[in-house]
C-alpha cells in the first residue's frame, strides 16, 4: 500500500455493540492528519441478542440506517477511502454475515468483525498515542456495549491483551428486564460487581505480576461515569485532566442506583442516551478496580476509532512493516506453542508450501500474491494444532482452535481463511465457492505439503511446480533417500488436483541416491 497521497481524505467506522462512531481525517505529509468531524450516533445493535446469539431486524435497521447517514457525510468531506470494523456484537451474532451484506449492500459501506484480542490492540493504538508513557508500565480499560478490553503494556510493546464478555448493556440485559428502569436494590448491585469480579479474577492475577505504574480508562461509559463524579462529588474545574478515584466511583453507583430512570436521567453530566445502562457499565468498572486494587483511573477521550487512524498509518509505504509483521508471526507461534505442536514438522511443512506457491505463480497455475502467500504460511504452521484434542479428525479441531482463537494483527476475515485452509489440509477439499476464492488453491499446496513430510522426517528438501500446461502439471520433488511413503501419499491427491486446478498430477523425483 502507498503512502496516503497529502489531502487524502479517509474516514474511519467503529460499529460497536451500543454505537456507531465515524471519525473523518484528512492527511497530510508522513504521518500527520486533520480530523475534519467525529460523530457518534447511539443504534443498540447488540440490543436482546446476546441470550440468543441473533441480531435483531430492528437492531440491524437502525445501524444500516446510521452507516448509510455515515458515508453520506463522509462524503461530503471528500473522502475517498472508507475503513470499517465491527466488534463485540456482530462477531457473536449467527447472522453477522446477513448484517455485513446489508452494510455493503445498503449503506456501500465493506466492514470487518474484529476479534477480542485485535480490539484490545486497536484501542491501545488509540490511547496509548497521546500518552507520554515514559518508562512505565500502562494498564488501560475500555467498557463497551458487548466487551471490556484489558491491556496492560509498556511504550515497547502490550504485555497483555485481554477480551472479556462484560459490557454495559450485555449486564444490563442480563441483569434488568426493564432496563434499570426502577432504582436499583443494592443487593442487585452487588450482585453484578461480583460477576464481574468473577469473570476478571484470572485477568487480575496477570495484571497484579505486572505492577502497572498507572491505569487509563477510555469508552463513553467511563468518560460518563467520570463526568458524573466530577460535578457531583469532586471540587475540580472542567479543564483539568480527568481522573476517577475508586471512592468516587462507589458514591456515584450508590447515587445513581438510589434513583429511578426518568431522575437519573436530571443526575448532572450523565449523558441521556446511557441513563438506562450506566449502572451495568458503574460496576463493570468497580468491579474491575476491586479485583486490580486501583485506587484511581485517569480517563482518555480516545479508542477504537483512533486506533485505526494509527494502524491504517502503520500499513503504509514509508512506514517499515516489520513491527505489524513480526507482531502476527509471534501471534502464530505463541498459539503453534500453547497446542504443543510439532515445530519441526510445521516448519517444513511451511516451507514446502510456499516454495509450491512460488513455484505455482511461475508455471501459470495461480496469479495469487503476496497476502495469500502469507496466510498459507500460517495455515501451514497452524495446520496440525487440533492434535491437542485428538489425532482423530483433527484437521476439524484445528479449524475449530483456529477459527476460535484471537490473534492479535489479524482481522475475522483473514483468521477465517487460516482456519478453512488448515481444516482442509486433509480428507474432503473445499467446496467451490466456500469463503474467501483463495482457499482452495491454498488448500491444494497445503495438501501437496503435508504429503511430501508425511513420515515427519523431512526427507523432501524441496518441492516445486516444474511446469504446466493445460492438461498436465508436473510436480517435481529433490530428495536425497528413499520417499516411497511421500510419492504414494503425493499421488493419491491426483483426483484433488484435477478439481481445483482442472489438470493431471504428474510426480517426478530427483536426487535419489
Keep these: 500500500m502507498t503512502a496516503p497521497q497529502k489531502g487524502r481524505v479517509v474516514a474511519f467506522f467503529d460499529l460497536g455493540t451500543n454505537s456507531v462512531r465515524l471519525l473523518v481525517a484528512r492527511f497530510e505529509s508522513g504521518q500527520s492528519y486533520t480530523v475534519l468531524t467525529k460523530q457518534k450516533e447511539v443504534v443498540r445493535l447488540g440490543e436482546g441478542e446476546f441470550a440468543r446469539g441473533w441480531l435483531r431486524d430492528d437492531a440491524m435497521d437502525r445501524a444500516v440506517r446510521a452507516c448509510r447517514r455515515f458515508t453520506d457525510l463522509a462524503r461530503s468531506f471528500g473522502a475517498v477511502e472508507y475503513v470499517a470494523v465491527a466488534t463485540s456484537a456482530a462477531r457473536e451474532a449467527r447472522n ?264 505455482g505463480v511461475r508455471a501459470g497455475l495461480h496469479t495469487f500474491g503476496a497476502a495469500e502467500r502469507e496466510l498459507l504460511e500460517y495455515a501451514a504452521y497452524l495446520h496440525d494444532i487440533g492434535e491437542l484434542v485428538s489425532f482423530s479428525n483433527h484437521h476439524l479441531h484445528s479449524h475449530y482452535i483456529i477459527g476460535n482463537a484471537d490473534l492479535p494483527g489479524f482481522d475475522r476475515q483473514e483468521i477465517d481463511t487460516i482456519a478453512e485452509v488448515a481444516r482442509h489440509h486433509q480428507k474432503k477439499s473445499p467446496k467451490a465457492g466456500a469463503g474467501s476464492k483463495a482457499i482452495p488453491i491454498l488448500s491444494a499446496f497445503l495438501r501437496l505439503a503435508e504429503h511430501l513430510d508425511r513420515g515427519h522426517a523431512g526427507l523432501i528438501t524441496h518441492a516445486r511446480i516444474a511446469s504446466a500446461d493445460k492438461r498436465e502439471a508436473t510436480l517435481e520433488i529433490v530428495s536425497a533417500t528413499d520417499c516411497t511413503l511421500e510419492l504414494s501419499a503425493i499421488r493419491s491427491e491426483g483426483r484433488t488436483i484435477k478439481k481445483i486446478f482442472g489438470r493431471d498430477l504428474a510426480v517426478r523425483c530427483v536426487g535419489i541416491e
Excluded at 458503574?282 to 477504537?304: C, Q, V
Excluded at 514509508?318 to 501471534?331: C, K, T, W, Y
Design 96 to 359: 453477522c454475515a446477513e448484517f455485513l451484506k446489508r452494510l455493503q449492500d445498503e449503506a456501500g459501506l465493506s466492514v470487518r468483525t474484529v476479534s477480542g484480542i485485535e480490539e484490545a490492540r486497536l484501542i491501545y493504538l488509540g490511547v496509548s498515542r497521546d500518552i507520554e508513557m515514559g518508562g512505565a508500565v500502562a494498564l488501560f480499560v475500555d467498557i463497551g456495549g458487548g466487551s471490556t478490553e484489558i491491556i496492560l503494556a509498556d511504550r515497547e510493546r502490550e504485555r497483555l491483551l485481554e477480551s472479556l464478555n462484560l459490557g454495559a448493556l450485555r449486564l444490563t440485559n442480563q441483569f434488568f428486564e426493564d432496563g434499570a428502569a426502577d432504582p436499583v436494590p443494592p443487593e442487585v448491585y452487588e450482585n453484578i460487581c461480583r460477576c464481574v469480579k468473577d469473570a476478571v479474577m484470572p485477568t487480575a492475577e496477570q495484571v497484579k505480576k505486572g505492577r502497572a505504574d498507572v491505569a487509563y480508562g477510555s469508552s463513553g461509559t467511563i468518560q460518563n461515569l467520570a463526568e458524573i463524579a466530577r460535578r457531583s462529588f469532586q471540587d475540580r474545574l472542567p479543564d483539568t485532566p480527568p481522573i476517577l478515584t475508586r471512592e468516587d466511583l462507589r458514591k456515584t453507583a450508590a447515587m445513581l442506583c438510589s434513583l429511578p430512570l426518568d431522575q437519573r436521567k436530571k443526575v448532572p453530566g450523565i449523558n441521556p442516551e446511557r441513563t438506562d445502562i450506566i449502572i451495568a457499565g458503574a460496576a463493570i468498572l468497580e468491579g474491575i478496580m476491586d479485583e486490580f486494587g486501583l485506587p484511581e483511573i485517569r480517563i482518555s477521550d480516545r479508542g477504537l476509532r483512533d486506533g485505526l487512524i494509527v494502524d491504517y498509518l502503520s500499513r503504509q509505504k514509508g512506514i517499515s512493516p516489520a513491527d505489524r509483521l513480526q507482531e502476527r508471526r509471534q501471534s502464530v507461534q505463541r498459539l503453534l506453542g500453547a497446542c504443543r505442536a510439532n515445530p519441526e514438522h510445521a516448519q517444513t511443512v511451511a516451507r514446502l508450501s510456499l516454495e509450491l506457491f512460488d513455484s
